[in-house]
C-alpha cells in the first residue's frame, strides 16, 4: 500500500482524517491512503481534536518505531546528531530544562494577565443587585439599565414604547439603593415630569445604575400607553389636590320605580354627562360609586388651579345636568338632582386596588372631609358645598352665599363651608364655562335614542 501523508487537520471537510463529515469518512476507508488516518466516523474534529492529537502522536511513533529497522531510514535521521560536535551535543542537550522552564513561566505569566485583567474589569464596573417585589434579587451586569436586566432575567415588565423614553410605562418605585443613583438625564427628566412622577420614580429603561437597587414596577407588565396617561399613577405620593364628592341622589327611588333596564339607561346617561364635565374641566376619575363618583382635581397644576377647575367643573355638572333633565322631561316624574362636596388639601395619591384593576385614587383625612361636605347638601339643601379653604384657593368671591361651620364626623374642629344652592349662578366662573354652554345646547337638540 502506498503511504501519503496529508495534514492531519484541515479546514476542508473530508481532509482531517479523523472523519468529521460522513463523506470525509467515506473518502478515507475507499482511498486507503493514509497512514495516520484516525477513526472514520461521526466524530467532530473540533470536539475530538484533543484526543485525537494524543492518537495521532502515537501512530506517529508507531510508524517511526516500524521504519526503525531499516539502516538507511535510521542513519538519515539520526546524522544531524552523529554529525554534531561534542560541545554541540552538549548544548542542545542543555537547552531541553531551560526550554521547559521557559514555557511554565510563559504559561503562569498567561494565567496571571488573565485573572489581573478580570479584577481590573470588575473593579471598572461593579455588577449590581437588583431587588424585585415578586422575582426576588437577580444580579445585573455593570451598565445595565433596569429594563435590561428585567429582560435578560426573563422578568416580564412594561415597555410599550420599546425603551425610548416616550411612554414612561416602565416606570419604578426606588427603594434600598435610591442615593446612589445618577440624576436623570434629560429626556428621562422629560417624560418623567411630564406624568408628575414622585422624587423617587425613575424609568426602568433610562435608568442604569452601579449599585444594588431595590425597585417595584408602578404599572403592570401587561400595561398599555393608555395606562401609562393616567396622571398620579406613581404608587403612592402627598400632593397637594383638590377633591370633589358627587352623588346623584334618590337613586334608590328611581330604583323603585323604574325597571331596572331603565335605570341603568338614566344612570348611564348621568354618568356620561358628569365625567363630559370632568373632561372639560380637567379632573380625574378616582371612583365610580352606583350612583356617584370621587374626582380629583389638580393632578398637574397647583392647589389653586385645581380648586378653580374644581369649581369650574360643579358649574359644568350641574348645567349638563339640567340639560339632561330637559332632555329627560317626559320620561321622569321627578327632575334628577346631585350634591356636589368640594375641599382640597394634602393627601396620598396614587394608583391603587386590585392588580388586574388598579385604578388611580387618592386617600387621607382631606379626602373624607370632601366626602362629608357632600353629605352635608342634603342638611343645608343645596346642591354644593364647597369649604371656604378650596374657594380661598380658588380666588372665587363667594360671600354672597351662606356661610357654615359643618361639623366633620371624626374631627373636632367643624369646617367653615359655604352652601351653594346652584353653582351655576357663581359669576366669576360663567365666563369661563360658555363652551360648556355651547355643548349643551347641541346636546339638548340631539334626540335621547
Ligand atoms: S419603555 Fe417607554 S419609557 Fe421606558
Not at 8 to 30: H, M
Request: some cysteine.
Amino acid at each position: 500500500m502506498e503511504q501519503r501523508a496529508r495534514p492531519w487537520f484541515s479546514n476542508r471537510p473530508g481532509w482531517c482524517g479523523v472523519g468529521c463529515t460522513r463523506r470525509g469518512a467515506a473518502s478515507l476507508a475507499a482511498s486507503q491512503e493514509l497512514v495516520f488516518a484516525g477513526p472514520a466516523g461521526a466524530l467532530c474534529p473540533g470536539r475530538a481534536a484533543a484526543g485525537a492529537g494524543v492518537a495521532g502522536f502515537a501512530r506517529a511513533g508507531n510508524a517511526v518505531l516500524a521504519l526503525a529497522p531499516d539502516p538507511d531510514i535510521r542513519s538519515a535521521i539520526l546524522s544531524g546528531w552523529t554529525d554534531a560536535s561534542r560541545d554541540g551535543r552538549r548544548f542542545i542537550l542543555s537547552l531541553e530544562p531551560k526550554v521547559l522552564w521557559a514555557m511554565g513561566v510563559l504559561l503562569l505569566l498567561a494565567l496571571a494577565a488573565r485573572e489581573v485583567r478580570r479584577l481590573v474589569r470588575r473593579r471598572r464596573k461593579h455588577d449590581y443587585a437588583l431587588v424585585h417585589p415578586t422575582a426576588g434579587s437577580i444580579t445585573a451586569r455593570a451598565g445595565q439599565s433596569i429594563l435590561e436586566a428585567l429582560r435578560v432575567a426573563s422578568i416580564p415588565h412594561a415597555s410599550v414604547c420599546g425603551g425610548r423614553a416616550r411612554c414612561t410605562t416602565c416606570r419604578v418605585r426606588v427603594g434600598a439603593g435610591f442615593e446612589h443613583l445618577p440624576a436623570p438625564e434629560k429626556i428621562e427628566a422629560t417624560a418623567l415630569a411630564r406624568i408628575g412622577a414622585g422624587d423617587n420614580v425613575r424609568l426602568a429603561c433610562q435608568t442604569r445604575p452601579s449599585r444594588d437597587l431595590h425597585i417595584t414596577p408602578l404599572l403592570p407588565a401587561n400595561a398599555s400607553a393608555a395606562d401609562a396617561q393616567r396622571p398620579g399613577g406613581v404608587g403612592g405620593h402627598e400632593q397637594s389636590v383638590a377633591v370633589m364628592f358627587v352623588d346623584l341622589r334618590a337613586s334608590t327611588k328611581l330604583g323603585e320605580e323604574r325597571l331596572p333596564y331603565d335605570v341603568v339607561f338614566i344612570l348611564n346617561l348621568f354618568f356620561a354627562e358628569m365625567s363630559e364635565a370632568l373632561r372639560e374641566t380637567r379632573g380625574h376619575y378616582a371612583q365610580f360609586s352606583g350612583d356617584g363618583l370621587m374626582a380629583l382635581y389638580g393632578l398637574e397644576s397647583d392647589m389653586a388651579t385645581g380648586c378653580r377647575d374644581a369649581m369650574r367643573g360643579a358649574v359644568a355638572m350641574t348645567r349638563r345636568l339640567a340639560a339632561l333633565n330637559d332632555r329627560l322631561a317626559g320620561e321622569l316624574k321627578d327632575r334628577l338632582q346631585i350634591g356636589i362636596g368640594i375641599h382640597c388639601g394634602e393627601a396620598i395619591v396614587g394608583t391603587m386596588g386590585p392588580p388586574s384593576s388598579p385604578n388611580l385614587s387618592a386617600i387621607g383625612d382631606n379626602i373624607n372631609i370632601a366626602a362629608r361636605l357632600e353629605a352635608q347638601c342634603k342638611t343645608y339643601g343645596v346642591t354644593l358645598v364647597v369649604s371656604k379653604q378650596a374657594a380661598g384657593h380658588a380666588g372665587v368671591d363667594l360671600s354672597s352665599f351662606d356661610l357654615h361651620q359643618a361639623p366633620v364626623r371624626g374631627r373636632e374642629e367643624a369646617v367653615v363651608v359655604y352652601a351653594v344652592p346652584d353653582p351655576s349662578a357663581i359669576s366669576e366662573l360663567q365666563a369661563e364655562s360658555t363652551d360648556v354652554d355651547s355643548q349643551r345646547s347641541a346636546i339638548s337638540d340631539d334626540p335621547i335614542v
